[in-house]
């Protein structure tokens, strides 16, 4: 017997053992990811509510300014409505986000996922429009770098919050949840971007950064905290598929582990510096301090 004959019916079962364990590590690390971006994002998304949604109420709107000066100004009451449509919509989002990711609530309660994914592509929509009819009519803090990337990251969010929807009316399940993943890659930008601006100050104590957001990172970063998440999904959504070679599957896999260990560190030290005192505060109907972070 010749030795491709011999080895022939080994080749074959080693590749679908290497096909089955490269699909389950990547549906492990894909659950330890959304774990973690749906406990930090929640977090965040309280935080939201309990510090910017809690300043409307409580008369305490220059708090605002505590993290991006000029986001509140009397005179300017059209932008101000708009940026506090996005902070609103931005913490509902945030909070529900996840929940549509859940596999058993999607087969379960299918009447459930669908009127959650509702309201949670009404919220970006609103999210979408209330910041850039802020940037339309005011300008952000940062100047064009600034408006440009955050208009941009405006008009993403609409363009996947219509297809998301339309592809589920469509009963075009694949393209729906692929746009969903996108959808929702972009709604966790603005929880990404307090994420990664704490990890570079902390780093290098502000390095190219200015008070006014227009120092060289200041600009990087108005594209940076959006841009590599729908890098990521694209990474995740061909590895997923089921023709997809397994050494494409462990590589996204490792990108999805390498993101989920960020996330948790980052969650870790916001929530014991910032957002955990913030919500601590709202609960406890305790001041509020400089914690808009």
């Not at 902390?202 to 959006?226: N, Q």
């Not at 490792?254 to 505060?281: C, D, E, K, Q, R």
């Amino acid at each position: 017997m010749t030795p491709d004959v011999l080895t022939s019916p080994v080749e074959p079962a080693n590749r679908q053992r290497l096909d089955r364990w490269s699909a389950q590590l990547l549906r492990l690390s894909s659950l330890l990811l959304v774990t973690t971006v749906w406990i930090s994002a929640a977090l965040f998304g309280l935080y939201i509510l309990a510090y910017y949604a809690s300043a409307l109420y409580q008369g305490d709107m220059a708090r605002w300014n505590q993290v991006l000066p000029r986001l509140y100004e009397q005179t300017t009451t059209a932008a101000t409505t708009g940026i506090g449509l996005h902070f609103a919509a931005g913490g509902i989002i945030l909070i529900l986000g996840s929940i549509q990711l859940v596999d058993s609530v999607r087969t379960r309660f299918p009447a459930v996922h669908r009127w959650v994914g509702r309201v949670y592509v009404v919220a970006c929509v609103i999210a979408a429009l209330g910041g850039l009819a802020f940037i339309l009519m005011k300008g952000t803090i940062g100047g064009s770098a600034m408006n440009v990337g955050f208009a941009l990251y405006g008009l993403l969010m609409l363009v996947a919050s219509v297809a998301t929807y339309r592809y589920a009316v469509l009963g075009d399940m694949v393209r729906h949840r692929a746009w969903a993943l996108r959808l929702y890659a972009l709604a966790i930008g603005s929880w990404l971007y307090r994420i990664e601006y704490g990890f570079w100050v902390m780093l290098t104590d502000g390095l190219g950064h200015t008070k006014t957001f227009d120092g060289w990172f200041d600009r990087f970063m108005a594209f940076f905290f959006y841009l590599p998440n729908l890098l990521v999904v694209e990474v995740f959504v061909r590895a997923s598929h089921r023709r997809a070679a397994p050494i494409a599957r462990i590589a996204g896999s490792l990108v999805l582990l390498a993101a989920t260990t960020f996330l948790i560190v980052g969650t870790y030290y916001f929530t014991l510096y910032y957002w955990g005192p913030a919500i601590s505060n709202w609960i406890t109907g305790a001041p509020q301090g400089r914690l808009g972070q």
